[in-house]
């Protein structure tokens, strides 16, 4: 587990992250992984995390806590992707070269790849990372690598995923700031980013229209317009992902297009 600087006890997380994994683990004995990852809360309801984790947040203005929360909840949903996607592949035998993995735990040859993802500036020292929570890579392909965003609340979040993802596309960057300003290094890996959110996908997170909403031209969520501007941006981003996507929005993917996504990228 990769290591945090959290203000709750260290010992925490561990503990808790450790009996919901091995809850799912158990879960295996009924059900495939992709039948869990699709349907997460029929396993885990959101209010039964936000009720552990309240326990171990500091008492403060509500701000604060909220913010707490929301990175403890996202710590915990980074290592249920990372044990859904391993456990997956694990048992695909045509794609068990696909791994899922922290950066500080990547072998030292995709690591290498990873930290060449660098945007810089003339005449200036520091250098622009892209939001990296775990790292997807193959065994068998050693020049790509897949950057997963991971959140535990879609709507205040999906914003700064979207600015990653046009600071970190090189046609993006030129197209505003020509080949002089901003450059990247020449030998860069292929890559793509992805964002995945836990958080249960409402109406008023994203637009959901009946076809009677569009006859009447209903008016649509201003988020919609970020889930197409992530999905169809072929250069960099490659899909926006809702565990526990239930009602089918568009544009929005579950676990098994996930799956699907990870297998078109790593063949």
Request: hydrophobic share 35%.
């Amino acid at each position: 587990m990769k290591k945090r600087n959290l203000i709750i006890n260290q010992h925490f997380l561990k503990k808790e992250m450790d009996e919901i994994i091995n809850k799912l683990k158990k879960l295996e004995k009924k059900h495939t992984i992709e039948y869990i990852g699709n349907n997460l809360n029929e396993f885990l309801e959101t209010e039964e995390i936000d009720k552990i984790l309240k326990k171990y947040v500091k008492k403060g203005e509500s701000r604060k806590i909220r913010a707490s929360l929301d990175k403890l909840r996202g710590d915990l949903f980074e290592e249920i992707t990372k044990f859904l996607i391993n456990e997956h592949f694990k048992e695909d035998k045509s794609y068990n070269h696909i791994k899922a993995e922290y950066l500080n735990d990547l072998p030292s040859h995709i690591r290498n790849l990873v930290e060449k993802i660098r945007l810089h500036r003339e005449r200036v020292v520091p250098t622009k990372t892209p939001d990296i929570d775990l790292i997807v890579y193959s065994e068998k392909y050693n020049d790509r690598i897949i950057i997963l965003s991971i959140k535990g609340t879609a709507r205040e979040r999906i914003g700064q995923f979207l600015s990653n993802i046009f600071i970190f596309d090189k046609k993006a960057i030129r197209a505003k700031y020509g080949n002089e300003l901003y450059f990247f290094d020449k030998d860069l890996p292929k890559y793509k980013m992805i964002f995945i959110c836990f958080e249960m996908a409402k109406q008023k997170d994203f637009s959901f229209k009946t076809e009677r909403e569009l006859e009447k031209r209903i008016k649509s969520s201003v988020k919609q317009i970020e889930v197409f501007l992530i999905d169809d941006d072929q250069n960099v981003g490659y899909g926006l992902f809702v565990m526990n996507n239930l009602p089918k929005l568009q544009k929005v993917g579950n676990f098994s297009e996930l799956i699907a996504r990870l297998k078109k990228f790593f063949p």
